[in-house]
């Protein structure tokens, strides 16, 4: 895991555990959120972890995302899969869902990244069933659309937007009802090796808005604090 500036890897972080490193989001403090496969930590610029989170066994953990300063939303692939939203200070698991899988002992393909949105729902790409889907706080569909291999389903400002590894592609999404999503053509991204979608992932803040125009937004992503 490196922090670049002006060209030049200023920080840089080896997990010492097995597993590969994956969602990671810096807070405004300077520490850092990631998932590591089989477990998710926060660590400080000095690399002290301090806080932690290991999987049951038989699971992987693909996405680690902050809500605020002290929750932590996370997807735990597994049987059965768990979207859950947990307290960092008591370990407490505020919210748990249980998320269809296409093959529920088939953990590694199941899901990447996940997001929690300002109004409370959540954004899934399920990766293994090809579509992303838009959950309310309670775990009902509200609305979901085809998506083969889609690795995330991020909501910048402007539209969904969705990348598809496979297809070396990304995909904007929009909609003006639960009834009514709207797909523009494939944004193709010229990438001869598939899986470098992961070294672009940081930029898609600012690329979404970019390339999705002016659409009225379906939910801005919750902040990182």
């Not at 555990?17 to 994956?22: A, D, I, V, Y």
């Not at 850092?32 to 953990?61: H, L, M």
Request: with cysteine; proline share 8%.
């Amino acid at each position: 895991m490196y922090i670049v500036r002006d060209g030049k890897i200023v920080w840089s972080y080896t997990n010492p555990l097995k597993g590969e490193l994956g969602d990671c989001t810096m807070l405004s403090n300077g520490n850092i959120v990631f998932s590591r496969q089989f477990g998710a930590s926060e660590i400080t610029p000095d690399k002290k972890i301090v806080w932690n989170y290991d999987g049951p066994p038989g699971t992987e953990i693909h996405t680690t995302y902050p809500v605020g300063k002290d929750r932590v939303l996370i997807m735990q692939n597994g049987n059965p899969a768990k979207l859950m939203l947990i307290q960092k200070a008591t370990g407490k698991v505020e919210k748990e869902l249980v998320l269809q899988t296409r093959d529920a002992n088939s953990v590694h393909g199941q899901f990447r990244h996940i997001r929690m949105t300002q109004a409370g729902t959540f954004l899934v790409a399920h990766m293994d069933l090809g579509k992303v889907v838009e959950y309310s706080a309670d775990g009902k569909e509200i609305w979901s659309v085809a998506a083969p291999s889609a690795w995330a389903a991020p909501a910048p400002i402007s539209a969904n937007i969705i990348a598809e590894p496979a297809a070396s592609t990304l995909v904007t999404l929009r909609r003006s009802s639960p009834a009514n999503t709207g797909r523009v053509p494939r944004i193709p991204l010229r990438i001869r090796d598939p899986p470098s979608l992961c070294l672009i992932k940081v930029f898609w803040g600012r690329f979404c808005q970019n390339v999705a125009g002016s659409s009225t937004p379906l939910h801005p992503p919750t902040p990182a604090n």
